[in-house]
């Protein structure tokens, strides 16, 4: 199956969602299912995973009630992991088998929140389940996020948007050397995911994302990396069938089997999917 490993879905509220910009004032909306369906047809994909954008259990609820309607194979939802009451919520949460994963939106916390013990705590009750941890830090946070997932080295962890480099400040050196240190973790896969919009979402090119993307095929290997469109996000600076047909130019001299991997074959068996074509 062709798999989009993250999408974003939301009823937009401007409390909320105070993260989007007057750059991004075109995401000023609502974007549902059913514009996503039509996203995924037109760019022939079979199914999805939806990530949340909000830190509340509130929008995990409700993005799991909008998995029950495909395109939706699966969520990567929140949850207050670092809460003393957490082992419970998490045992409540994965009584609904779409619910994938967790994702804590690190990159807006200080720097230790990976390590604290609070949060560690955590991730030793979700490391005794299936579920996968979504990794989501900036460039410089990597290192962190390297001794984190060593704490933890028999789960499952998705590095997001490739550790999100600082493409628009030309800065490649030390993030691709931590990137292929974590990549040495063979319980880590990475999503070539959020390119765009770590680059001027005006002026970039396929060419100047290309040396990114290289980084982590060497890195991780076909096997370990998945595609993301970051929808709808992504359409500050791209199209939802825009960033599907750079990727594919960018695998199109891969084995068809590698090709297979990153366009679905990974996230299925990361994120154990299963279900129809949108």
Request: charged content about 20%.
């Amino acid at each position: 199956m062709r798999i989009d490993s993250h999408h974003h879905l939301w009823r937009y509220d401007p409390a909320e969602y105070d993260w989007i910009s007057d750059e991004m004032s075109d995401l000023r909306r609502d974007f549902l299912n059913s514009e996503l369906r039509s996203q995924l047809i037109e760019a022939k994909v079979d199914g999805s995973v939806a990530v949340q954008a909000r830190q509340s259990l509130e929008e995990t609820q409700w993005l799991l009630e909008m998995a029950q309607e495909a395109p939706i194979l699966g969520v990567i939802g929140w949850a207050p992991i670092a809460a003393k009451d957490f082992p419970s919520i998490l045992d409540d949460l994965r009584q609904n088998p779409l619910l994938k994963g967790l994702r804590h939106v690190v990159q807006a916390e200080p720097s230790q929140f990976l390590t604290s013990v609070d949060f560690q705590r955590g991730i030793h009750q979700l490391a005794g389940t299936d579920l996968v941890y979504d990794l989501l830090v900036y460039a410089h946070q990597l290192p962190e996020g390297i001794a984190f997932v060593d704490q933890f080295p028999a789960h499952s962890f998705v590095l997001d948007h490739m550790g999100k480099p600082a493409i628009a400040r030309h800065e490649i050196d030390l993030w691709s050397r931590n990137v292929r240190e974590l990549a040495q973790r063979p319980n880590v896969t990475c999503k070539v995911s959020g390119l765009v919009t770590e680059a001027n979402p005006a002026t970039w090119t396929p060419e100047l994302l290309r040396p990114y993307f290289d980084v982590v095929l060497e890195s991780f290997g076909p096997e370990r990396l998945m595609i993301g469109t970051d929808w709808p996000v992504c359409t500050v600076g791209s199209s939802y069938s825009e960033w599907w047909h750079i990727v594919e130019g960018w695998t199109a001299s891969l084995s068809p089997s590698e090709q297979a991997s990153i366009l679905g074959e990974t996230a299925t068996r990361v994120y154990r999917l299963s279900g129809a074509s949108a």
